[in-house]
């Protein structure tokens, strides 16, 4: 698809070519991250959004995938844990505390947030005047060494694989860098790309992944890889040309290109998604 944009000549015909592809399919969405993905540098001057890579990032060998996007929640830690299960706790308890929802209403009203708009937050925010950062220092008021702990094997991994690494959350930066702290990672990533840098969307919107592109000066789709434990986020990721990893189970499922059970098995993963592309 993105290499039918490419050989036309000059951005008119390119606009035309889109909307004409536009027109034609009746997803706008689509054409326009396909559009856009191209022409990256355009798009990066029509909304100036800042890289947040400070690192300077030169490889010496030739490496398919320069940039990995890691989930954070139920992905750097265990689902196990409790900690995801302690937030939605909480997240109930803000929407009957805070909103006055019956308490009845709320299980079935956090799911049709999520399903319907991709996280409770989203449609907490068109639904009620809430106020975002209220919301979200009071679902992460958790003491996170309760729930989860340094994991030796996941830093090692880390250390190892040689490129750029950022966390992709639907989650905020506050409780990133302290899920990241507690976990003893922080200095083996090179930046966050949160809620907040993908308003109005979320992940598995297409629009929040060419967000995390663009946060992370990342023009190639192709050469990007998600790490996350939903199979909507990694459908999501795998239908703008990313690469995308399922992190929890073995099974062969679609949606992903892989999937993780042990991060000690990440570099292995990575070899043989980079084998398939040559
Ligand atoms: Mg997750």
């Known amino acids: 698809m993105l290499s039918q944009v490419g050989p036309l000549k000059g951005w008119q015909e390119q606009i035309k070519f889109v909307w004409r592809q536009t027109s034609e399919r009746n997803k706008f969405p689509w054409a326009f991250l396909e559009f856009t993905v191209c022409q990256h540098s355009l798009i990066k001057t029509l ?5 947040i890579i400070t690192r300077d990032t030169k490889y010496n060998h030739d490496v398919k995938f320069t940039t990995l996007f890691f989930d954070l929640d139920d992905t750097l830690y ?10 939605r706790e909480r997240i109930s308890l803000f929407m009957d505390e805070f909103l006055n929802i019956p308490r009845e209403e709320i299980p079935g009203l956090r799911r049709k947030y999520f399903e319907e708009y991709g996280t409770a937050l989203r449609g907490l925010e068109a639904n009620y005047p809430i106020r975002r950062e209220d919301y979200l220092a009071f679902v992460h008021d958790l003491p996170l060494r309760d729930y989860i702990q340094p994991d030796p094997e996941l830093k090692a991994v880390l250390m190892g694989v040689p490129v750029r690494k950022l966390i992709f959350t639907n989650a905020d930066e506050a409780h990133a860098r302290r899920v990241m702290e507690v976990l003893e990672v922080i200095q083996y990533f090179d930046g966050i790309v949160d809620i907040n840098d993908m308003e109005p969307y979320c992940k598995p919107m ?28 990694t459908t999501g990721a795998t239908s703008v040309g990313m690469r995308s990893i399922l992190f929890g ?30």
């Open 47 to 51: 909304f100036p959004i800042k890289s």
């Open 78 to 87: 265990p689902a196990s844990s409790g900690l995801w299960e302690a937030i």
């Open 206 to 233: 297409p629009e929040s992944f060419l967000r995390a592109m663009l946060r992370a000066d990342e023009p190639n789709p192709g050469s990007c890889v998600l790490i996350d434990d939903m199979l909507r986020n």
């Open 249 to 278: 189970t073995d099974g062969h499922q679609t949606g992903m290109d892989a999937t993780l059970l042990k991060w000690r098995d990440l570099p292995k993963v990575l070899d043989e998604l980079e084998s398939r592309e040559k």
